[in-house]
């Protein structure tokens, strides 16, 4: 039987433990709202863009524009990961990792030559560790990402796309369906794969410039754009996992100190028992 | 006044990636495009311009707002107005 002044100790440790854990949980969760507003207001912007953009494609221009080239086969493909800068966060980061790992090995199979970039400490860790080679390895996008971060991740990138030296390029993210459901999903940036036109539409437009050259120059917003998206998403997805562990830690807490509470209790009880017992006993003899 | 459209208002939105930062009935705009700039007045036509880089005037309702804009482009449809710009904000 533990005695009850080091259950005593325990139960201390785990309280301090859980008020860390639910105060982590409280912040999380105030940082996944701010987060998850972000992604809301991200979407007329994603919206428009993808209206205007499925209003002015049409499959004969996929040859003259370089952007929209749709590459028969991909020899040579870029693979970017997401993950976060921070842990405690659940299983969120292992599950990113685990999607762009069975990613890499799917393309290596098929013999794609992959040039893989990684966002974010815990990616980069788990694959320096692993001696992954990687073409970029970046820390300082923080959990509030900017249209800025899109463009400085995906700009080299499209360049490299259009002269033929990438088929393909695609994202594993965060999807932030919920704060309890951010499941890792792959997302295609390049080649564009825009939604079927509504051309009747379109044709009613005056275009200043042409139609062509408005499309030159709305693609590449749009390509940032779901860079963007993957960004936020995974920033929100990131607080929501965090803040289901952490809730999660909490309650286990509180049912550790639970059980431990009623074992202090037992314990306080029969050690009072035996004083009790022994005292008696002595007063017994004495008297005897 | 005998200019068409003059007076009634439409909707207007401004729209960065990061945020909406206007939306609402408006009764005349001034778009920076690309060439110049391009008034619209309810009742414009379809319309698909891009954008250049300056100020973009509104005349809502309850006054004159201002935005600066720096690329990007606008879309008219049915009264329905949409300034997309990478950089939109409250000038």
Same mark, same amino acid.
């Given at each position: ?13 785990? $309280? ?30 994603? *919206? ?6 499925? *209003? ?5 221009? !996929? ?6 080239? $749709? ?39 098929? *013999? ?55 088929? !393909? ?54 390509v940032r754009n779901a860079v963007y998206r993957a960004l936020v998403e995974t920033a929100a997805a990131e607080q929501g996992a965090r803040r ?24 306080? $009880?029969?050690?009072?028992? $035996? ?14 | ?16 990636p990061e945020l909406k930062v206007f939306e609402g009935p408006v009764k005349f705009a001034v778009v920076p495009a690309h060439d110049g700039e ?54």
């Amino acid at each position: 039987m533990q005695k009850a002044r080091d259950i005593r100790r325990r139960i201390r440790s785990v $309280q301090s433990t859980r008020q860390i854990t639910h105060t982590m949980e409280m912040v999380a969760a105030s940082k996944m709202r701010r987060a998850e507003e972000r992604v809301r207001a991200a979407r007329p912007y994603a *919206g428009k863009l993808s209206e205007v953009i499925s *209003g002015l494609f049409a499959p004969d221009l !996929a040859e003259r524009y370089p952007i929209l080239r $749709q590459p028969e086969e991909i020899r040579r493909s870029a693979l970017i990961l997401l993950t976060s800068n921070r842990g405690l966060a659940g299983a969120f980061n292992v599950n990113l990792i685990r999607l762009a790992r069975t990613r890499l090995e799917e393309l290596r199979a098929d *013999g794609v030559d992959v040039e893989f970039h990684v966002v974010g400490r815990k990616g980069l860790s788990f694959f320096r560790f692993r001696r992954e080679k990687m073409a970029s390895e970046r820390i300082d996008i923080t959990d509030r990402p900017s249209m800025a971060d899109a463009h400085s991740l995906i700009d080299p990138l499209i360049p490299c796309f259009e002269r033929g030296e990438l088929d !393909a390029v695609d994202i594993v993210y965060a999807q932030f369906k919920s704060a309890l459901s951010t499941p890792p999903a792959l997302m295609r940036v390049l080649p564009v794969e825009p939604a079927g036109g509504n051309a009747a539409r379109a044709s009613n437009y005056i275009f200043s410039p042409s139609s062509e050259d408005i499309l030159t120059f709305v693609l590449p917003l749009y390509v940032r754009n779901a860079v963007y998206r993957a960004l936020v998403e995974t920033a929100a997805a990131e607080q929501g996992a965090r803040r289901t562990a952490m809730k999660n830690a909490t309650d286990n807490a509180d049912e550790l100190i639970k059980t431990l509470t009623r074992r202090y209790n037992t314990a306080r $009880q029969s050690q009072i028992t $035996q004083e009790l017992t022994e005292i008696t006993g002595g007063a017994e003899a004495l008297r005897g | 006044m005998a200019i068409p459209g003059s007076g009634r208002t439409f909707n207007l939105s401004v729209i960065s990636p990061e945020l909406k930062v206007f939306e609402g009935p408006v009764k005349f705009a001034v778009v920076p495009a690309h060439d110049g700039e391009i008034g619209i007045l309810y009742g414009h036509a379809p319309l698909i311009a891009l954008l250049g880089e300056g100020e973009l005037r509104v005349e809502t309702t309850a006054g004159t707002r201002l935005f600066r804009v720096a690329g990007g482009f606008v879309q008219v449809l049915e009264n329905e107005v949409a300034v997309l710009s990478e950089q939109a904000r409250d000038a």
